[in-house]
């Protein structure tokens, strides 16, 4: 053994310790991918697996993406499934439009969902209305998708949340993700969808690595559009989200279980259409609920959600009336201190959690 080289032995051991499967959670065993490789992943699988399937968008081809999220797929795919189109949101969105009126698959990259601004009669009036206009006989299956919500120092006009805006809007899907294994299965379910899905992403969250299950690692990975999941269980109050505001819940409801509440997160997943069957099942178990979210208050998803529990049996299973935590009613600002008191902070969360469970 004293022949046997140092350097061969520690080679042997890091192979050893990288290949290890002696006990450990799924959480440390499963894979780790960033939001942007996930739905990188799921582009070029669903552009792989249906010739109709083309991407479309500002830089979306050449540059890669704006933010890398279509990186590698021009020079696979080539100028025909992978197009960069001119700066004109009304433009490339009502082509797309048509291109899916015709039966193609288009998914329509908008560069950050404030840009879509300039599309939403294309969104709202020629994609989400066209199948009950024509009576069932024209679908439009296809995909906007791109940033959305709160970034960094972008200020007022890049810096909104359009969740509630699409989501008021019969004819559309909107589907918001928040973790890795959300933005793959999520995005290739809203692909193969026959009607149209707006798939709201976070610029935050793009580089940000979670766990992929060996499940969420296969080509055939699907998760339903429609259907929440509880991130966390618990049992004191019921912690609502999507998308980053998801973080801020799970962060908040580690803070809280060393004060001895176990509160249960649900992330949304999708905002339209609702999951409040999960949601209901929540309360009904810990007979409280907080609404968190980014976006404005005023018609937000949190007024949804806690309308629908006001108007359902769920009320009668709260002990206290529900409340929410969203985004202060103010254009986003500039500077970076007043950035942060806009957005609600896993302290918000714990503060507001404390008042309802009318502990200290």
Not at 24 to 41: F, P
Not at 47 to 57: H, I, K, S, W
Not at 90 to 100: I, P, R
Not at 263 to 270: D, G, K, T, Y
Request: aromatic share 8%; charged share 20%.
């Amino acid at each position: 053994m004293a022949s046997v080289k140092p350097f061969l032995i520690q080679k042997f051991a890091n192979k050893f310790v990288n290949n290890r499967a002696f006990s450990t959670s799924k959480c440390i065993a499963a894979k780790q991918m960033t939001v942007r490789d996930a739905l990188n992943s799921a582009l070029d699988e669903e552009l792989e697996r249906d010739e109709r399937v083309f991407l479309l968008g500002e830089e979306v081809a050449q540059y890669d993406g704006a933010y890398k999220v279509s990186r590698g797929l021009w020079k696979k795919y080539g100028d025909k499934r992978v197009i960069d189109t001119p700066i004109t949101e009304m433009g490339f969105a009502g082509l797309a439009v048509g291109a899916a009126m015709a039966g193609l698959r288009p998914i329509c990259e908008f560069m950050t969902f404030n840009f879509a601004m300039q599309a939403i009669d294309q969104v709202i009036n020629s994609a989400a209305k066209t199948f009950y206009m024509s009576a069932g006989r024209i679908n439009v299956p296809i995909v906007f998708r791109g940033p959305n919500g709160a970034a960094a120092g972008v200020a007022a006009q890049h810096s909104q949340c359009f969740a509630a805006w699409y989501a008021h809007c019969p004819g559309l899907k909107v589907v918001s993700p928040y973790n890795s294994e959300d933005a793959k299965g999520l995005l290739k379910s809203a692909i193969r969808d026959p009607d149209p899905v707006v798939f709201l992403e976070n610029e935050i969250l793009y580089g940000v690595q979670y766990p992929m299950s060996d499940q969420a690692l296969s080509k055939d990975f699907l998760l339903p559009l429609g259907k929440a999941k509880v991130e966390r269980p618990g049992k004191h109050i019921t912690l609502v989200a999507h998308s980053k505001a998801v973080e801020t819940c799970l962060e908040a409801a580690k803070e809280l279980a060393g004060k001895g509440i176990e509160a249960e997160v649900i992330n949304l997943r999708s905002i339209r259409p609702l999951d409040m069957t999960t949601i209901a099942a929540s309360v009904a178990k810990t007979n409280h609920l907080l609404s968190v979210e980014q976006g404005w208050p005023t018609c937000g998803v949190g007024a949804e959600i806690l309308a629908r529990v006001m108007e359902s049996e769920t009320f009668f299973h709260l002990d206290q009336p529900a409340i929410r935590l969203t985004g202060v009613d103010v254009p986003m600002p500039y500077a970076t201190s007043l950035e942060s008191a806009a957005l609600p902070k896993p302290s918000d969360v714990v503060e507001a959690t404390k008042k309802l469970l009318k502990v200290k």
